[in-house]
């Protein structure tokens, strides 16, 4: 198992990335940890908080970034900018590289693109996350127990695919390969999708006269834990998010058609003009705990939120 790299540059020192960083000094890692971040004011930030040994801002990375001395390199950034660093990585390089991005056909291309023959690239995808962004709310726990899905672009190695493999468990993950276009479908359903809903959401129950008016006259919220768990994902980052819409942006679309359609049948059995089936209610009802058993496979929402 490949656990033992000696120089890791971690290029995106968010939240994912610190908390990359202080999950590695957690496992006992003895690697240097580089990182590297968007502004002065998250550099100094990183440097308060001991988020990595050495950190640079992006602009002074790209001034010298001798890409060969790291045995791992870890890409945090969101899609387009993970696109953005590799179409710069030198020609028939032969590093390690994974990266955390939330969606892959743009990601696998880019990589196809630039390093081609045989190389040493596999696309990571951790399960987990916040709707919180930022270094400072790395958590040193947010890998263990969780899911990495790993995506192999044309002419990765077997032995990279291994060494990622391994640094995934080495972190407390379980792993399953998932090919880039069947990732981007799935997470349009499972990730994607919900967002967006939860944003409507939220958008549609503010924009009600009677909810605002009522709500703002009221000395506590009005609504109950189901609206809250429903729209807690509406407060993540717009700039992480935007990225996502745009590189899955066929697949958000297919899977919210077919939504709607869903939602199209609902509409026309609860048509005040005809009266409402209760056998055929609590059998939706039913079939969507079993579904949702199915789905999360039965997990304990609170220790996977």
């Known amino acids: 198992m490949k656990t033992d790299?000696?120089?890791?540059?971690?290029?995106?020192?968010?939240?994912?990335?610190?908390?990359?960083?202080?999950?590695?000094r957690k496992k006992n890692s003895s690697a240097e940890i580089v990182g590297v971040v968007g502004s002065p004011s998250s550099k100094e930030k990183g440097i308060r908080l001991k988020s990595a040994?050495?950190?640079?801002?992006?602009?002074?990375?790209?001034k010298s970034?001798?890409?060969?001395?790291?045995?791992?390199?870890?890409?945090?950034?969101?899609?387009?900018?993970?696109?953005?660093?590799?179409?710069?990585?030198?020609?028939?390089?032969?590093?390690?590289?994974?990266?955390?991005?939330?969606?892959?056909?743009?990601i696998t291309h880019a990589v196809e693109s630039v390093l081609t023959g045989e190389h040493r690239y596999i696309s990571s995808h951790p399960m987990c996350g916040s709707e919180e962004s930022g270094l400072e709310f790395a958590n040193?726990?947010?890998?263990?127990?969780?899911?990495?899905?790993?995506?192999?672009?044309?002419?990765?190695?077997?032995?990279a695919y291994s060494e990622i493999e391994s640094f995934w468990k080495f972190?407390?993950?379980?792993?399953?390969?998932?090919?880039?276009?069947?990732?981007?479908?799935?997470?349009?359903?499972?990730?994607?999708?919900?967002?967006?809903?939860?944003?409507?959401?939220?958008?549609?129950?503010w924009e009600n006269g009677c909810v605002r008016e009522f709500t703002q006259n009221s000395p506590l919220p009005l609504t109950g834990g189901g609206f809250r768990d429903m729209t807690r994902i509406?407060?993540?980052?717009?700039?992480?998010?935007?990225?996502?819409?745009s590189s899955n942006q066929e697949e958000i679309y297919k899977a919210l058609l077919d939504y709607k359609d869903r939602l199209d049948k609902l509409l026309s059995e609860l048509s005040p003009?005809?009266?409402?089936?209760?056998?055929?209610?609590e059998s939706f009802m039913e079939q969507s705990r079993i579904d949702r058993d199915a789905i999360l496979k039965k997990q304990n929402d609170s220790k996977n939120p």
């Open 53 to 62: 040994d050495k950190i640079f801002t992006a602009e002074e990375f790209s």
């Open 273 to 281: 003009e005809k009266p409402l089936d209760l056998k055929r209610w």
């Open 140 to 159: 040193v726990d947010l890998y263990e127990n969780r899911l990495c899905i790993l995506t192999r672009p044309k002419g990765a190695t077997d032995e």
């Open 5 to 24: 790299f000696s120089k890791i540059l971690i290029y995106g020192l968010g939240m994912m990335g610190a908390s990359l960083s202080l999950a590695l």
């Open 171 to 205: 972190l407390g993950m379980s792993t399953t390969e998932i090919p880039a276009h069947d990732h981007d479908k799935i997470l349009s359903y499972v990730s994607h999708v919900p967002h967006l809903i939860s944003s409507l959401m939220t958008n549609w129950v």
């Open 234 to 245: 509406a407060g993540s980052n717009p700039k992480m998010w935007s990225p996502i819409f």
């Open 65 to 106: 970034p001798d890409w060969e001395s790291y045995d791992l390199i870890v890409f945090g950034v969101p899609v387009n900018t993970t696109v953005e660093v590799i179409s710069k990585l030198p020609s028939g390089f032969k590093g390690l590289l994974t990266d955390m991005g939330s969606t892959k056909q743009e």
